[in-house]
């Protein structure tokens, strides 16, 4: 290990992930890989980026020819530990490639220019890697359980505001023709029932996602107080809860005015969009930022 690196690895562990210097302000996680020829485990600071919750780290090498020999390690073994600010976790690493991988390097050449240039000094196509956690502990396994069920129930909501759509002789894909003037004249079915089935599918899915989030802003606090370089992660994670009880007290909103008003049907589609995108990326980023904090606390 160069002296440079070994410096600012020093400085990383010593501030909680926090360095001076030319790399001041920069997103670094430490990854320690195991030399696929000495069996022997190197630690190497790199750039990273989260997407959607997803950590990428990206073989830059600042844009020599040849990638950085932490890719060299990891394409034969996988296997990685991360480290990013004061949490160290085991993580499986798999190359992005593709359209994907495209688009990951464009947007973290627009956030940091000097990556353009690296990409535009080398012939090598800059790899992309992305770093999933390997074990989690009881939880954090929790965590995801109950974030799978919310995505099964919306969406098994979203299938069922299609089927009530398409009831209505509306083509749920069809976005350009205004359904919310009422269902086709020429197919009148009787929408009772079927409506009053939907508005009780819509309640309870918001009174499930609301109880989840009135649960964890309790547990935030305590969280923050034990964890304290976790307060940026649980800002994001607080903000996020609000912007999501916006969407869910809107789509309360317009369920309520369903069984009267069943042209709604095409706004709670979109409504349910909206906000199937929005808990996707929480529920990554929480997973991702809280999860080691959260088995670390269980388990004391």
Sequence with gaps: MSD???????????????????????????????GARSGRPHTTPAAYAEDAGR???????????????WLHNLRANP?????????RFDAIATEVTGPERDRLYADQSARDPAFAAYQAGTTRKIQVVELIPARIGAATAQLKEVHAALRRQLA?????????LASAGRDPADTGSNYAEGPNPANPPDLAGELTDLRTHCLSFCGALHAHHTREDGVLPHLAAGFPELKPAIDRLQREHEAVAVLNEELAATVERLTTHPGEAENLRDQLMRLAAELESHYLYEELHLGPALDQASAG
Excluded at 14 to 25: D, I
Excluded at 55 to 69: M, Q
Excluded at 79 to 87: C, F, Q
């Design 79 to 87: 296997a990685v530990i991360v480290e990013l600010g004061s949490t």
């Design 55 to 69: 950590l990428i780290v990206f073989a830059s090498n600042s844009g020599l020819p040849t990638a950085p020999a």
């Design 4 to 34: 440079f690196n070994r410096a600012i690895i020093d400085e990383f562990r010593a501030n909680e992930g926090r360095v001076g210097g030319m790399f001041e302000g920069a997103k670094l996680v430490l990854l320690t890989t195991t």
């Design 156 to 164: 098994d909501l979203r299938t069922a505001v299609d089927a009530q």
